[in-house]
């Protein structure tokens, strides 16, 4: 059974520019949460989306935006790029959103 | 304000001794525990959990104590290994629709 997939592993984007960032849950899985990961404040939750419909979202500025498709995949998208956005993002998927959460290898981004 | 903390960033210990790593929590509506464990260039993987109607839950050489009154809990690692040198992520959840509110991690590192 295939993990939780993110792409792209690796990006480097400069300040004001956009990102898109993709996960794909295990499947049967349906909900879906990304969180942002920095050094100095561990993992922060950004959004969990179930059935597309978003259920949660964490204190980020509206920069931050995800969906969910159809198929249980996920996007979160940044706009207008900080350096301060440079982080490991991961996508964690569930069978149900009290489900236990198991995490991809994440996306990390670098802004320059 | 952090809900989870993990005072301490790293924690260095002897190969066949015990770790023990420590997470404290201000939210009393907090319910479920868990500690995820986490290598570089992987995503965090689930390592144990315990409810709050119970004080201690226990599988193969992790044990994670909890300490309702004081809002504590500990992961004691016994004995440790090498290959438990990773970072530690405390994580807690309350009833209802509420995300997992992680701690900033701890980086254990087990010397042979």
């Known amino acids: 059974k295939a993990g939780v997939t993110q792409t792209p592993r690796y990006l480097i984007k400069t300040r004001g520019q956009q990102v898109t960032l993709s996960c794909s849950p295990i499947s049967g899985h349906r909900s879906v949460s990304w969180y942002q990961q920095t050094p100095g404040q561990g993992l922060q939750f950004l959004f969990e989306y179930f059935s597309e419909t978003q259920r949660n979202k964490g204190n980020f500025p509206g920069r931050f935006s995800g969906r969910q498709f159809s198929n249980s995949r996920s996007e979160m998208n940044v706009s207008t790029l900080e350096l301060g956005d440079s982080a490991l993002y991961l996508c964690?998927?569930?069978?149900?959103?009290?489900?236990?959460?198991?995490f991809g290898e994440g996306s990390r981004l670098t802004v320059l | 304000d952090q809900q989870v903390k993990q005072n301490s960033p790293s924690l260095s210990v002897q190969e066949g001794r015990i770790s023990i790593l420590n997470c404290d929590y201000t939210?009393?509506?907090?319910?479920?525990f868990l500690w995820y464990k986490k290598y570089p260039a992987e995503g965090p993987t689930f390592l144990i959990s315990?409810?709050?109607?119970?004080d201690k839950n226990e599988d193969g050489r992790f044990t994670v104590f909890l300490n309702k009154s004081a809002k504590h809990l500990s992961l004691h690692i016994v004995p440790s290994q090498p290959g438990d040198s990773a970072v530690y992520f405390c994580?807690?959840?309350?009833?209802?629709?509420?995300?997992?509110?992680f701690g900033k991690g701890t980086r254990l590192s087990v010397i042979a």
């Open positions: 964690a998927s569930s069978l149900s959103p009290d489900g236990e959460l198991f």
């Open positions: 994580a807690a959840s309350g009833k209802g629709n509420t995300p997992l509110v």
């Open positions: 315990i409810s709050s109607i119970k």
């Open positions: 939210n009393s509506m907090f319910d479920y």
